[in-house]
Structures are given as C-alpha cells and as structure tokens.
C-alpha cells in the first residue's frame, strides 16, 4: 500500500509537469521484442521530479513456460552492481572517514600489492584506469572465495595505473573487498543494511529468497536449470552471488526511488558533498567518467543524442540514465539473454533515449555561464585583456565586460574588438576608441592593425576570447582568434577561450578544403566551408595544426550537443554581425555568401540579409523555375524584387528569389550556393561577373568547375576531396 501511495504521488499530473512522447517509447519497445532483440522489458521516465512514463512489455520468461512481464518483476541488474552497491559504499565510507580517493588500495588490502598494483588508487579502481585487466580466468574463481580473491591479488597490470581507460571487472570486485575489509561485514549486509532498507528499497539485495526468485526475469540455461533469481555473472556465481561487479537483483519502483534520490541530491542517499563527488563527470583517456558511474565513454548508449549526466548498463540488459540538468532519469530493465543469450538492446537504449531528450528544451551553459558559476577562479588575481564584442553574454544577457569588471580579484585591463567593432554595428574600418562605460581602452583588431601589438599587451596576464562564431570558415571571428593564439605564444601570454556554441551545428561538414596556399583574413586556416567545430574546437586545432604553442585553455559548454542548432540551446539571439539577423541567415550564408564578393546582391542593405539574392538584370520567375526543378533538399525559392540600400546594387532594384528553409532537418547550405552558382552561369553567362567568386570559396579546382558551367552535382562532389581526411584530423579535438 506505501509503494502504490507513493507511486501514486509520482505520477500525479499537473500544469507544468514535463511530458514525454510515451507512443513511441511503447513502439519503439514493441519493436525490440518483435525484432527478438528482448523477449520484455520495463520501462520508467523520471522528468523534472516526477515519474511521467511507467510500462512493463512482453515476457519476463519464455521458457520452458511463458509468463508476462510485470512492473514488479525482479532482474538481475548486473554491472548495475557497480554504482549502485559497491560504489554507493565505496562513498559510504569515504563520508564515514574510512577511506579517501587517493588512498593507495594497499594501505588496506596488504596482499592487493604484488605486481606493480602497489601504486593503485581507490579512485583509479572506480574510474577504470587501475591498468587492471578486464576479467581473469573464470578457473580462478572455481574454488572457495578466499582462493579467488588471492588469485585476483596474484594478477598482474595490462598497462601502468592511470594510463588507459580498461573497463574492469576485477577492479570492482577488489573494491567490493574493500568494503568488506573496512566495514566488518559482507558486502550484501553493508549495502543492505546502511543503503537499501533505510531508503525503503526493500526488494533490492544480493541472493533473492524465494519470494522475490519467482517474481524474477529469466537469464539463460545453465546445465540444464534456467536461471531465475541465481545471478548470471558466472564469476559472481561462483563465489556465491555476491560480488562487487556483480550479483544485485532489483524492481524498477526501488531504482525509481534511488534515481529520484539522486537527481534531488537528496542526502537520505549521501550528503550532498558526497553526491557531488560521486556523480562529477572526470576525465579518463578516451572520454569522461563519474566515480562509478559511466558519462561519455563508448558505453555511453543509454545517453543517446540529448542527454548529458552519467549512468551505467548491465550486461543482462539493464540500464540507468540519470541528467541532473535536465532532471531526467530513464530506467530500461530488459532480460535481453534470454532464452539463449543473443539478445542486443543497445539499439532500444539510444531510441528512447533519444525520445526523451527530444522532449526536453535544452539549455545549454556557454563557457561564459561555466565561468561565472565557478566565481570567475580561473581569473583571480589576474590582469585581463578581453577580446569580444556584444556577443559576449551569459543566459540572462549580461555582458562579459561588466561581469569581469565587476568580478572581484579579477583586473579587467584592456578590451579588444574584432570586425564590426564592440557593439557589432559598423560594416568599415574601426578606429582604437574607449568603452563609455568601464573607462577602458578599445583595441580595434579591425583598424591599423588586425593583430593586438606588443605595447597594447604591455602588463596583461591573460587573454580571455569570448564570440559568438557562426560556423563558417570566411566569418572573419576566426581568424582574430587565430590571431590572438600566435601574439599570445609570441609574448608568453596564456589565451582562455570560452566556448559557445556552433549555430548551425557541430554534425554536418560542408564543401571544398581552403587550398593550401590561399590563406588571407577570410580564410585563415585550410578548413571546409562549413567546418562543424566550435570556437573552442577551433582554438584547439588552430594551436596544434599550425604549430602555434600558445598556453592555450578552453572553459567547455554544458548541455550542448552537435547535433544541436542554436534553437535547441536556450540561450538568446545576439546578430553577431549586422546582416546575420537569424538563425535562418547563418544557416544559407556557407552557401549563399559565396557569391557577395561577385555582382550578385544578397540581401545586404535589405531586411533578409542571405535570404535574398538577385540583380537588375536577373528573371526572377525564371531563377526560381530553374532552382527548384533541381529539387534541393529542404529549400525553396520565390520569385520577388527587391531593392537594396546598401551594398551590391545600392539603391537598383533587383529581380531574384527568396529562399525559404521548408525542412531544417534536410537542408544543406553548399549544395544549394553551388546550385545557385551553377544556375546563374548558365542562365546568364555574361552577365554574373565571376571573376571574384574564388575569393571567399579559396578552392581554384572548385571555381575552375564553376567557370566551365559544371552541373552543381559534379561541383559538390569534387567538394567532397579531403572531406574525409578532414572528418578524421577534427576527431583529435572535439570536446562533444
């Protein structure tokens, strides 16, 4: 009766409780069990505090009899064990005093040190970077346990502790010995005794009795017998079903109550310090770990595409996926080997998961927010000299130059401004000038000089980088961050980045490599048009690739994907230059801003900027016929007339076409700026003045094909050349 009242108070609906998609997390889940990838599963959503999707699907046992599945089935969680039991404990007792991180494991496991093991930390165990193999011998674990822990003591390293990230059974269970050394008692008493029955979660334990045993998902046959409430690890097995890797049986309503817990830092669990520690993401090589706990590493499937926080999976085919940012839990329980072991729900963890997270808006945090959360430490005592312009704010709009002015310990002492000046309004030339408000000097890095000199550094001990960049390799930003890396390596001056995000996306990788000798202020370094990389991204590579050696740092984001647009972050629309007005206009201008160096205007000096293009001598019925009978995904065009007041055709009105997104999802800028190119030197030969279409393209192969009147289709596939090689170098310094 206390569970159902509970339950019953989870799933209570209210006005502003967060939704899911439930429909297709049912089919998604049907689909598994018709696709024989599980024969049932249970499924529960926790958004925001409350449980807003709870379902058992199919069969918790096919054989030798069927039976339904049923939301108080039990399952053997498998390396579920690892966070929820023994690492629970392990924190336990680091609260207690017991234990710290850096504790050597020998300090309390005296026979642990042979081999090399002697320098292994508590919190290389729990990180998976002891150097421990993954599993020994399963013949090391058939005789008493007292021999198999000697036999584990007796192991030797794979590689030095600290140097690799090796998923490790055996550093679990030494863990699990841990706890019983310094506890007194057995790992399933301690776990039992100090973190499940005081948080009422009284149907999770090692070694289910019989009541618990016929209400449990089936595994596969062992010799005859199907295992049922008998866990499946056969090491764990051995050694009597209670392991430190293994051996935990529970029901989704008690994981329900930990993962409500948890995203509560409720300190029934831990103290919050504690909670802190436990569920910090750190780096190990090759990705990012909690202690105990997985958070970007290739084990990371529960987390889908949206989804940041930490999690862990079992081999049976469980899986917890907890994101404090957003308040999301999702708990999937599947008994994916049976009946015979071939079972892969991998596939179903990412879906649903992917079905939450496009449920959820998502805010992200730029590396500005990171900074100001974190009191501005990484600046203290520090002389600034920042280098931005009206882009740089945090989520509630606040300028950077005011909240270093005002930090306290932090020296803002100079400010830098790159093309469209400080308040990004000017489309010239900028003069050195002085911010109104701070008193401070305004360097113009779009002046006399594009580069900070030596006397304007004079007395600062950090360059701090913080623009909005729109994804393109011509958007001149770049280049003043590349700038800025090679006058802080000349005069010994660390450069901070904080990172934003790409706005049109960190995924897709658009058009020709810059050539290798066509470097100039629109085209700094040889990178695709569309580069899918952010700032910080950027930053890492310009510094590595060119050999710059600048004492480089970047402050990451949180809660940005690459797969999000700028619409998925929350955070506000600042135009970074005058004529990129939305979000629309960065996603057309790789494409379309090719052509502004030539005599086709598009939309500078009207109220679309991008989304415009024409001159006085173009047909633009007879444009927008030609360009969507090539049926380019995701776009169309509309024959109008325009006049612009600046720029390319001033004050002439011009015949051309609006081009309108119809499907973001399918868009892609490149294909349709070489459509459009190929289009006009066909339609009008003469007319389109070519010559300087090269300069923001910097690609002679690709203007060559222009010029010779090329279908867009064979353009865009010579584009592709070095794309690949491209994908493969920018692995090295993605940060999402």
């Known amino acids: 009766m206390i569970v159902r009242a509970w339950l019953a108070l989870c799933l209570i609906p209210t006005a502003v409780l967060a939704s899911v998609d439930s429909a297709s997390i049912d089919a998604a889940v049907v689909a598994a069990i018709e696709k024989k990838q599980t024969p049932g599963a249970v499924v529960v959503v926790i958004r925001e505090g409350r449980v807003v999707h709870r379902k058992a699907y199919g069969y918790r046992q096919l054989e030798p009899t069927r039976e339904a599945m049923t939301l108080d089935t039990v399952f053997d969680l498998a390396s579920l064990t690892k966070p929820l039991a023994t690492g629970t404990a392990i924190m336990r007792l680091i609260e207690q005093g017991k234990l710290r991180l850096e504790d050597k494991v020998v300090q309390h496991l005296p026979e642990f040190?042979?081999?090399?093991?002697?320098?292994?930390?508590?919190?290389?165990?729990?990180?998976?970077?002891?150097?421990?193999?993954?599993?020994n011998a399963l013949a090391d674990y058939l005789n008493v346990k007292a021999q198999a822990i000697q036999n584990i003591y007796d192991l030797k390293l794979r590689n030095k502790p600290g140097e690799r990230f090796t998923y490790s059974d055996v550093g679990f269970l030494v863990l699990g010995f841990l706890v019983e050394k310094l506890s007194g008692q057995t790992l399933d008493e301690y776990c039992y005794q100090t973190i499940f029955a005081p948080l009422g979660m009284n149907e999770t334990c090692f070694r289910p009795g019989p009541e618990l045993s016929r209400r449990a998902a089936a595994t596969e046959n062992e010799k005859g017998t199907w295992l049922r409430g008998v866990v499946h690890d056969p090491r764990a097995?051995?050694?009597?079903?209670?392991?430190?890797?293994?051996?935990?049986?529970?029901?989704?309503?008690?994981?329900?109550?930990?993962?409500?817990?948890?995203?509560?830092?409720?300190?029934?669990?831990?103290?919050r310090k504690t909670l802190d520690l436990f569920t910090t993401p750190r780096a190990v090589p090759g990705g990012t770990r909690t202690l105990g706990w997985d958070a970007r590493t290739g084990f990371s499937s529960p987390r889908g595409k949206y989804l940041g926080g930490f999690g862990h999976t079992g081999f049976t085919g469980t899986s917890l996926w907890i994101d404090p940012t957003t308040q999301t839990a999702i708990l999937i329980l599947t008994n994916r080997v049976h009946p015979n072991g071939k079972g892969n729900v991998t596939p179903l963890r990412s879906t649903i998961a992917n079905i939450v997270g496009e449920s959820i808006p998502r805010s992200t945090l730029t590396g500005l927010d990171v900074l100001k959360r974190e009191n501005f430490q990484r600046l203290t005592g520090k002389r600034i000299g920042l280098v931005t312009n009206h882009t740089g704010i945090d989520r509630e709009g606040h300028s950077i130059i005011d909240l270093l002015h005002e930090a306290p310990n932090v020296k803002l002492v100079a400010l830098f401004s790159p093309e469209h000046g400080i308040r990004g309004l000017l489309d010239e030339r900028i003069d050195d000038s002085k911010d109104e408000k701070t008193g401070l000097p305004i360097y113009s890095l779009y002046g006399k000089t594009r580069r900070p000199t030596k006397e304007q550094l004079q007395g600062i001990d950090l360059l701090v980088y913080d623009i909005q960049d729109i994804g393109c390799r011509f958007y001149t930003y770049s280049t003043t961050l590349g700038y800025l890396l090679e006058e802080g390596a000349r005069h010994n001056i660390p450069v901070l980045v904080l990172d934003r995000p790409n706005p049109i996306g960190g995924e897709l990788v658009e058009g020709p490599i810059r050539d290798p000798n066509a470097e100039s202020f629109v085209a700094y370094h040889p990178l695709p048009v569309r580069h899918g990389l952010t700032v910080g991204e950027m930053a890492l590579l310009f510094n590595s690739e060119r050999k710059i050696g600048a004492k480089l740092e970047v402050v990451k984001m949180e809660n940005w994907l690459r797969s999000d647009l700028f619409d998925r972050t929350g955070l506000l629309w600042k135009n970074p230059s005058p004529n990129m007005r939305s979000l629309t206009a960065a996603m057309l201008y790789p494409g379309i801003g090719l052509l502004e160096t030539t005599n086709i205007s598009v939309g500078r000096g009207t109220d679309r900027p991008f989304e415009l293009l024409g001159a006085p001598w173009i047909d633009g019925r007879a444009l927008a016929t030609a360009l969507n009978a090539e049926n380019l995904p995701g776009v169309r065009f509309v024959p109008t007339r325009f006049t612009p007041v600046s720029s390319v055709h001033a004050n002439k009105e011009c015949g051309g076409v609006q081009l309108y997104i119809t499907d973001w999802s399918r868009f892609e800028s490149l294909p349709t700026g070489f459509a459009v190119a190929a289009t006009l030197r066909r339609l009008h030969p003469e007319a389109w003045q070519r010559k300087r279409f090269n300069v923001l393209l910097a690609n002679e192969s690709i203007f060559q094909a222009v010029e010779k009147g090329e279908t867009w289709q064979s353009i865009l596939k010579q584009a592709e050349l070095g794309k690949k090689e491209f994908l493969d170098l920018r692995k090295k310094y993605l940060l999402y």
């Open 237 to 271: 097995r051995a050694i009597g079903g209670v392991a430190g890797h293994a051996g935990l049986f529970s029901t989704a309503d008690d994981l329900t109550k930990y993962a409500l817990l948890l995203l509560r830092q409720d300190e029934k669990l831990l103290q």
């Open 113 to 135: 040190g042979k081999h090399g093991k002697e320098e292994i930390t508590v919190e290389q165990l729990l990180l998976h970077t002891s150097g421990l193999i993954a599993d």
